[in-house]
């Protein structure tokens, strides 16, 4: 059950779309989605190396998600708009180098 209230409470981060675009309440709000899994992960931590392995490798997972929502907010790829007729060539000028950094070393 702690492993799945981890996922139920990790989802809100995904809704980041719905903070709008002023800085520091999205800095905020973002913040505050990313903390709401400490309590069940703390479960799923005590529960033994097992749940101690799997929360650390899912926390690096919810972790890189949320280190790209502050710096894609300050890039201004998280505004939404018009989509222009040409999205590759939109996307590649306004992400710059967003997506080419090395994925995560895995926890184990």
Not at 17 to 45: A, H, Q, R
Not at 55 to 78: C, I, P, S, W, Y
Request: aromatic fraction near 18%.
């Amino acid at each position: 059950m702690n492993f799945f209230r981890v996922f139920e409470d990790s989802t809100v981060l995904f809704s980041w779309f719905m903070l709008g675009d002023e800085k520091d309440l999205f800095m905020e709000m973002s913040g505050e989605f990313f903390g709401s899994i400490e309590f069940p992960g703390e479960k799923v931590t005590d529960s033994g190396p097992e749940g101690k392995k799997w929360m650390r490798a899912f926390r690096v997972v919810h972790k890189d998600f949320f280190e790209f929502l502050k710096t894609e907010f300050n890039n201004g790829l998280l505004k939404w708009g018009e989509a222009p007729e040409d999205m590759v060539t939109y996307y590649k000028s306004v992400a710059g180098g967003a997506g080419s950094a090395p994925a995560s070393t895995p926890v184990v």
